[in-house]
């Protein structure tokens, strides 16, 4: 880590690609809610799923939306706030670095942070936009929100078929914006892969796409995908434990420790939640995390994160 943050530091890499997954949101107290076992699943017993995943697999939505809808209402955004990896990634933008960040996780936290849209790609969708699973025709978010808050089901105004956020499902297409990768990958003079298993397709792939002279590293709880292999690969690193305090010590290697702080706590102060946030998401009561009182800002170390992504 300490030779990329040299690289860094030295003006050799200015077009900088971060591949983001669960593992970087656990600090925020979010659960990996792909991983069944999380809690989040066991809100969904009483649906009698065949199998935990189906919850957002498109076919079974077609059938039957309640499953998913109980679970989205622990999901909306609203409870969490971004934690330093997430202002880290931010300051990446901040000092000119970043070209862009391709996250798999649904949260909006990276939004939240302040990464402006241009900077972003939610490859697993988000529920900023919701449409008709069926036609696709777009559907207002907030009224989706409200409809799915107060189990009622959206419907759509062209065809009465059920209305999603426009979170990706199984069998779903990644949004067109995901397609900037193959401009995106071979531009990169570093690539940095943070809390990801590299387990789901096509994320797994596409770390193997920059040029085979780019750095890559690795900052996770366990190696994953081409990392597993012994020797890594000329200009591949990796930095394996606690997420968060691995980007801390990369920040201080870069010496940007005081400033992504002070960007955290102007960011955090204003933002208080329950003014905008919070007001909209009073009642999860499938969370299993129980009332609307968002978490704290600044987060230990929960038990959720040792379940960070293999
Ligand atoms: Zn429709």
């Given at each position: 880590m300490a030779s990329v943050a040299r690289l860094v530091k030295l003006g050799r890499c200015r077009n900088v690609v971060v591949v983001a997954g669960a593992g970087i949101s656990t600090a925020s107290g979010?659960?990996?809610?792909?991983?069944?076992?999380?809690?989040?699943?066991?809100?969904?017993?009483?649906?009698?799923?065949?199998?935990?995943e189906a919850v957002f697999s498109i076919d079974y939505f077609s059938d039957d939306p309640l499953p998913f809808f109980s679970l989205a209402k622990a999901l909306y955004p609203g409870h969490h706030r971004p934690n330093y990896i997430h202002y880290f990634v931010r300051m990446l933008h901040h000092k000119g670095l970043l070209l862009r960040v391709y996250t798999?996780?649904?949260?909006g936290l990276e939004r939240l942070c302040g990464i402006p849209e241009d900077k972003l790609v939610e490859a697993h969708g988000s529920f900023r936009t919701a449409s008709c699973h069926?036609?696709?025709?777009?559907?207002?978010a907030a009224e989706a929100q409200a409809a799915i808050m107060s189990d009622q089901v959206p419907v759509c105004s062209f065809c009465a078929a059920t209305v999603k956020p426009d979170v990706v499902f199984f069998g779903e297409d990644l949004p067109?914006?995901?397609?900037?990768h193959a401009e995106d990958f071979p531009k990169a003079d570093l690539l940095i892969i943070m809390g990801t298993s590299l387990q789901i397709e096509p994320f797994a792939s596409l770390v193997n796409t920059v040029r085979s002279t780019v750095p890559r590293l690795l900052l996770n709880r366990h190696a994953v995908g081409p990392f597993q292999?012994?020797?890594?690969?000329?200009?591949d690193h990796m930095e394996l434990g606690d997420l968060e305090v691995t980007v801390r010590r990369l920040a201080q290697m870069l010496g940007w420790s005081g400033e992504i702080e002070e960007l955290m706590s102007t960011q955090e102060t204003q933002r208080r939640p329950g003014s905008r946030s919070g007001r909209m998401l009073a009642?999860?009561?499938?969370?299993?995390?129980?009332?609307?009182s968002p978490p704290p800002l600044k987060t230990g170390h929960s038990e959720e994160e040792k379940k960070e992504a293999a």
């Open positions: 979010i659960p990996d809610f792909r991983t069944p076992g999380t809690g989040l699943y066991a809100n969904l017993e009483q649906y009698k799923l065949p199998y935990p798999q996780n649904i949260d069926l036609c696709y025709t777009s559907y207002p067109q914006k995901y397609f900037l292999r012994v020797p890594l690969r000329r200009g009642s999860p009561g499938v969370s299993g995390r129980g009332g609307s």
